[in-house]
């Protein structure tokens, strides 16, 4: 037994160490890490992750992207399924961009796709020109790193885009010059290649993508069609939603989808793709304010506020009778929500 002054725990082999030290939950790091320094490189090795996911002690944390209230500053904060604020995780590198999409991949690899930037035109004064992004960067809770992945084949922002069975798909958008794409490409993480593929093409603004049973849907804003790409046989099929959307926030909880339509001020849309079904929930009204942004924690939807002191409001779907909204005091953002997703780490 070794209980030498280099051990992790004296007393214990270091693999016997490696596994209780594993159990701790992530809201306590700080303190722990302040024991010794080993202790310290520990926590913050690649290896002290693999040995969580080894013993099962994964959790999962929701990372806000937000921006200040002059727009200037871009950075984000992370929450644990408690709701505690542990802090921020570096900035993306390179310029602020807009249009961009955020993608989880291999369940705890936050990825961060196009987008565009605004630079100064040369044909009149105070013009601006548009330039879009193929730079993907990802970002590792292990290392607390951003890298840099494989270029997209095309500059792109304002594109759908969803997981599915682990490839990232992003569909159509825009590239320099408000040039609109008819195009989509996916991404393969183990080989880190983009490859192009065909899609149908419809004049749409942006829209959004998720998955669901294995297959790619893609509803654009201004179409009453859902494109349905099916990995397995490589083909598109087109279902008639019967109305068109202008949607500007979403997300997916328990297989349908919560989204945010302009043509519906004061409601929430929900889409069930198992019936082809839409419906709306009532938000309740913020004096002084109004709702901006969609996310998902706990099983639960939550709607972000542009102001109101960035209160946060959640929509329970378990509960049967009364309001299913409830102020969420657990989750506080500093500032405006730009998007958020769930890691698990």
Not at 20 to 41: A, D, G, K, M
Not at 127 to 144: C, L, Q, R
Request: charged fraction near 20%; glycine fraction near 8%.
């Amino acid at each position: 037994m070794d209980s030498s002054p280099s051990s992790l725990i004296p007393g214990l082999t270091d693999d016997a160490a490696e596994l209780c030290l594993s159990r701790t939950p992530r809201s306590n790091f700080r303190t722990i890490s302040q024991v010794c320094r080993r202790w310290r490189t520990f926590l913050r090795s690649e290896h002290f992750a693999s040995v969580r996911e080894l013993t099962g002690t994964v959790e999962e944390f929701m990372c806000v992207l937000m921006e200040s209230e002059c727009g200037r500053d871009v950075f984000w904060e992370v929450f644990d399924a408690s709701g505690n604020k542990l802090g921020q995780i570096p900035p993306i590198p390179g310029p602020t961009k807009r249009g961009f999409g955020v993608a989880v991949l291999g369940g705890g690899k936050i990825v961060f796709v196009g987008g565009y930037t605004e630079v100064e035109g040369s044909s009149s004064i105070n013009s601006t020109i548009v330039s879009a992004s193929a730079d993907v960067y990802e970002f590792d809770p292990a290392s607390n790193r951003w890298r840099k992945l494989a270029g997209m084949n095309i500059p792109r922002y304002n594109f759908a885009f969803a997981v599915v069975n682990g490839l990232l798909y992003v569909i159509r958008g825009y590239s320099t010059d408000a040039y609109s794409l008819s195009n989509s490409e996916v991404y393969n993480p183990e080989t880190n290649r983009w490859s192009l593929m065909d899609c149908p093409n419809r004049p749409v603004w942006r829209g959004f993508a998720f998955s669901f049973k294995s297959k790619l849907f893609a509803v654009g804003n201004g179409s009453r069609f859902i494109d349905i790409y099916d990995p397995k046989t490589e083909t598109w099929e087109e279902l008639d939603s019967e109305q068109s959307i202008s949607v500007y926030s979403y997300t997916v909880v328990r297989n349908k989808v919560y989204f945010m339509d302009r043509n519906m001020p004061g409601r929430l849309g929900v889409f069930d793709p198992e019936e082809n079904y839409w419906s709306s929930v009532g938000v309740p009204p913020r004096a002084g304010g109004f709702w901006f942004r969609l996310g998902e924690w706990n099983n639960k939807v939550l709607l972000f506020s542009r102001v109101c002191g960035h209160e946060t409001l959640m929509y329970d779907l378990d509960k049967e009778n009364g309001s299913k909204w409830r102020v969420c005091d657990q989750i506080k953002p500093s500032a405006s929500h730009l998007t958020s997703v769930l890691i698990n780490f």
